[in-house]
């Protein structure tokens, strides 16, 4: 592979607060140097950035794929085209597919299916349980060693404190954390709305958003009582931020993320029964929202994950309270995430902090940062360039997404995994 | 006179009070047209009508029936079993297959909230929501105003009190919003357990003791109690919610002297209503809902296929 010397660009890299205008060279899949002043080597190709902003490609903390088990909603490789389209570079899959990812080869099946794509890595969670069914833990021991980044049952809670208990005191053994859809499963089954007020008029069933604080409650005693590592995922409410500042400031080992969803929309999004915007956990009020924004930028949200869950016609096109939950989240998880930004609400390296660096530091990558020899996963933006997301326009398959005829600023111009280009 | 102005009639909520007077008043001649025997055997001549019913009502289904060939419509009855359905039959199937044969207006029940407004998005012909999940119901409010309408003379200012499931009545939710656009005060009574969360915000008055809840009332509406909704433990039992829920003649004397009593049916008799009540010609004015019902439907059913009309 010849050299490549991106010119003339804005470097961003959130892990050290650079934000410069330079080149950057890379050399055999990393990153050789980087600065105000560099030269192209002989045979190197070069490319004028004008002015666009080179950040680490995004790193996806958490995302559904249809592979294996519901290849006709999407393929590891129409996911790929997606992520690369959203300049995402490394991304975390659930292991709650069919089969679940309870078993060391399936983790190494997923692990050779995204080299196998050459645009993404794909990082597989392994299952916190035996078929993500909640009750006996999987070899957690044997899982990391076939390459699972961390533990988890997907979007099912792990609804019973003795297993969650279990699951926290034996993760410490093997230095890895469970991650937990908050989500009191008595209170929120079946339930497809927020209750309150709109779910109400709509004669939707509904969970209360309380059903969040409590699952959050209760691990984070959990946490304390194990010394454990709990991470809550998509967390969508004022209550449960409140608890998990809390418990940050006491020290325990808690962290959380949440998805764009959350930020960027409130449950009115529903209204005409519009099945996708039913999410799982769903659309909550605005005063959550605005408390899930604050929580963004004062750090009690470590990152921010695509919370994709590809889901085809079949699975939207029915009664709102029939349709299966989930959005697709690849494609507009920097756009929607810049938004925050251009809305003043997040400074623009905190902005990409939550996409690259932060999720890096939580999983222990070498990905994620513009630094000699990390590898040169890169993705170049333009953030000012408006588009409007047109669910059916969308890269990939999935065109479920909860954001659709949304207009976004801030748009993935290229992205490079290991040194090559795969988007743009 | 205002002209309904929508294809479809799927919802109250949001539905503008000249056009909720419009139906009433149109209604009101078809039922003195029914009761004179003279129907008009031609409005509908060479439309087709079609009952969708993915739930099982008699009452509903025949009552749509009867107004659609009081009109002259041809009307046909689908009955789709639920279990059809969930053997992968969409709703979207049904849609192309209505769109083939060219109906003119659909009536749609179904248990999922929202079903007849999907359906509305893709079908040709004007629909009508006879009852979606625990959302809408909108003629079975249309009817019982009307009904209320002819023995108070007015809907303003009456004081209504909805009681019992409120939580799963999609009847509750049309009725509200169609009082409350009228100008009446509306109460909902029962067990927190079944009121819905939030419901003040609607503009409703909340009472979980129903002997307060009914004073001074014009109209007591009594709901439909299902016997799951003990099962799903959100009431111990049939006579505890009989003892203090279940409308009987003491409750009944702390509403207005001559307050009339309604029920969408079918009645869970002992459960919800003392039959002494529902069978009380001074008070129960449930014989005349049924009646009031055709005619409504009539009324949906001219204004729908008068806007197709003017539309193609």
């Known amino acids: 592979m010849r050299d490549l010397l991106i010119t003339n660009a804005r470097l961003l890299d959130p892990a050290t607060g650079l934000d410069t205008m330079g080149g950057l060279l890379v050399r055999e899949g990393r990153i050789a140097a980087l600065g105000r002043d560099l030269s192209a080597p002989e045979g190197a190709d070069i490319l004028d950035a004008g002015g666009a902003i080179l950040a680490p490609g995004l790193i996806d903390l958490r995302a559904s794929l249809g592979e294996p088990g519901h290849e006709h909603r999407e393929t590891i490789e129409t996911a790929a085209e997606a992520a690369a389209a959203g300049g995402i570079t490394t991304l975390c899959a659930l292991p709650d597919s069919a089969p679940a990812l309870d078993d060391p080869a399936l983790v190494g099946f997923i692990l050779r299916r995204g080299e196998s794509t050459g645009s993404l890595t794909i990082l597989p969670y392994g299952a916190a349980t035996r078929g993500c069914l909640g009750a006996e833990l999987t070899e957690f021991g044997l899982l990391r060693e076939a390459g699972a980044i961390a533990f988890t049952d997907g979007a099912r809670a792990i609804g019973s404190a003795r297993t969650m208990r279990l699951a926290l005191s034996y993760a410490r053994a093997f230095g890895t954390f469970i991650v937990q859809h908050p989500e009191e499963p008595s209170l929120a089954r079946d339930a497809s709305a927020t209750e309150g007020e709109m779910a109400t008029r709509m004669g939707l069933p509904s969970s209360p958003a309380a059903a969040e604080a409590m699952m959050v409650a209760r691990d984070i005693a959990l946490a304390r009582l194990t010394k454990g590592h709990v991470h809550f995922a998509h967390v969508s409410t004022a209550a449960a931020l409140d608890l998990i500042r809390a418990a940050k400031a006491e020290g325990l080992r808690v962290t959380c993320d949440t998805a764009p969803p959350y930020f960027d929309l409130n449950e009115t999004a529903i209204g005409d029964f519009r099945t996708y915007a039913k999410l799982s956990p769903p659309l909550r009020r605005e005063e959550d929202r605005r408390a899930v924004v604050a929580a963004l930028a004062d750090g009690t949200v470590d990152a921010i994950a695509s919370d994709h869950q590809p889901r085809d016609a079949d699975d939207k096109r029915v009664p709102f309270a029939q349709a299966e939950a989930g959005g697709a989240g690849l494609a507009t998880l920097l756009g929607v995430t810049l938004a925050r930004h251009h809305a003043g609400d997040l400074p623009l390296l905190r902005a990409l902090e939550l996409l690259t660096a932060a999720p890096a530091r939580l999983l222990g990558l070498e990905a994620g940062r513009l630094a000699t020899g990390a590898p040169a996963d890169l993705v170049l933006i333009d953030p000012e360039r408006a588009w409007k997301v047109e669910a059916g326009r969308l890269p990939g398959k999935a065109q479920n997404s909860p954001f659709d005829g949304r207009a976004l600023e801030g748009r993935v111009l290229g992205t490079w995994k290991a040194g090559a280009r795969v988007h743009g | ?312």
């Open chain 2, 1 to 312: 006179m205002p002209l309904y102005p929508h294809r479809h009639l799927l919802a109250l909520q949001g539905l503008e009070p000249p056009y909720i007077a419009e139906l009433l008043d149109l209604a009101e001649s078809y039922a003195l047209l029914n009761r004179g025997g003279k129907a008009q055997r031609d409005l509908l001549r060479g439309r087709t009508l079609i009952n969708l019913f993915f739930e099982d009502s008699t009452r509903t289904r025949t009552s749509f029936e009867l107004a659609g060939k009081r009109l002259g419509a041809d009307v046909i009855n689908m009955s789709v079993s639920t279990s059809s359905v969930n053997k992968g039959e969409t709703l979207l199937d049904t849609a192309a297959t209505l769109n083939a044969m060219q109906t003119d207006l659909l009536v749609i029940r179904h248990s999922q909230s929202g079903a007849p407004a999907l359906l509305s998005q893709k079908v040709d012909a004007g629909v009508i929501n006879a009852g979606d999940g625990t959302h809408e119901h909108p003629t079975q409010a249309l009817l019982d105003a009307l009904t209320i309408r002819r023995r108070k003379g007015t809907l303003e200012n009456l004081t209504v009190a909805i009681c019992g499931d409120v939580l799963h009545s999609r009847v509750a939710r049309s009725n509200i919003h169609l009082l409350l656009a009228m100008n009446c005060r509306v109460r909902i009574v029962g067990p927190p357990t079944l009121i819905p969360a939030e419901a003040e915000a609607l503009g409703v008055e909340v009472f979980h003791d129903m002997r307060a809840g009914l004073k001074d009332a014009d109209v007591v509406m009594m709901l439909r109690l299902q016997k799951e909704r003990m099962q799903g433990g959100l009431v111990p039992s049939a006579r505890e919610f009989f003892r203090f829920y279940g409308l009987d003649a003491a409750k009944l004397r702390h509403a207005k002297p001559d307050a009339i009593v309604m029920h969408p049916g079918p009645m869970n008799r002992g459960v919800e209503i003392d039959s002494a009540i529902a069978d009380d010609p001074a008070r129960s004015v449930i014989g005349e809902q049924v009646e009031m019902g055709v005619a409504v439907r009539m009324a949906v059913l001219d204004v729908l296929a008068q806007n197709r009309r003017r539309n193609s």
